[in-house]
């Protein structure tokens, strides 16, 4: 851009000089104008063109009227068209001096152009550089940032199956409580019934101390008839074995009923120790699990908590 100013510069400047001439030729004699005559429409001829011209009374430019009372000498512009060829050199000079000083502000304007342009890259090089190092930046955030909303979106999905799991944990002891609340009422019906084996015990005793009773009677009985007289001893011994087969008939079925009783008491006494200790473990195996997800669901709050 800079050379083709410097080149429009120049042919303008170079113009004038040469073309000066070409203004103050006579349109009617087409050569250097003498002795210049104005006309009243504001041209301008030679004296002798325009007096040869009165006889049309007209201009030969225009057709306005003409009259010689009209025609006058312009001295100003002839002695103007007299020094121009005598100046044309110096204000030919004066030009090249001036062109010659505007080539050079000319590159030096270049010059400086040309160093704000390397300025200008390096800064836009450096500002692209950063440029592309803050986008990695913000797309390592940003991939940070996806990360942890996934690792979050995980933690609140664990959050809430471990709330699940509690929450079925909880029904889970609840229907325990109740179980075992049923297991104590079962136990209080062993108790009562245990009460009630106590008692059918304590009667079989009694009847074996009355067996007993009867059993020393009825060795007096069988003295006290061997004393008194043979005849009758037969008869004594019989009615007394009557009674002893009688007795013996009756302990054998009380023995049964109270070893029946003992045995149904210590299997149900069995089972309920069993059942109630299997009842413990598994509480207390649900106790742990309900506090090791209580502390895995602490640890995920707290996790959650310290991310936002």
Known sequence: MAEATTDSISDTTMQPAEAVPDFFYCSNCLGNMQDTAPTSCEHR????????????????????????NHMLQDQLFHSF????????????????MTIDTCQKE??????????????????????????SVAQAEIMEKDQQWREAENKFENEKNQTRLLMEDLVKTQ???????????????????LKDH????????????????????????????????GRTSSENQELTK????????????????????????A???????????????SLLNQIDRLKEDLYKKDRELMRSRH??????
């Open 303 to 308: 996790f959650s908590i310290s991310e936002q």
């Open 171 to 189: 029904t889970s002891c609840k229907m325990l409580e109740i179980h075992v609340e049923f297991l104590e009422c079962d136990n209080t019906m």
């Open 238 to 261: 019989q009615v007394a074995e009557y009674k002893w087969l009688s007795l013996m008939k009756y302990k054998p079925d009380v023995l049964q009923v109270n070893q029946e009783l």
């Open 194 to 225: 245990m009460e009630s084996l106590q008692h059918i015990d304590k009667t079989c005793r009694h009847l074996e101390e009355k067996f007993t009773d009867i059993e020393q009677d009825r060795r007096v009985l069988i003295g006290e008839i």
């Open 45 to 68: 001829f030679c004296l002798s063109c325009v007096m040869q011209w009165l006889d049309n009374m007209t201009c030969a430019c225009y057709t306005n009227q003409l009259c010689q």
């Open 263 to 277: 045995d149904a008491y210590e299997s149900k006494e069995r089972k309920l120790r069993e059942k109630m200790k």
């Open 106 to 131: 000319i590159q030096l304007l270049k010059d400086q152009m040309a160093f704000k342009e390397q300025y200008f890259n390096k800064e836009i090089d450096n500002l692209l550089n950063k440029l």
């Open 81 to 96: 068209i007299e020094s121009l060829p005598r100046h044309s050199q110096t204000v030919k000079k004066h030009l090249e």
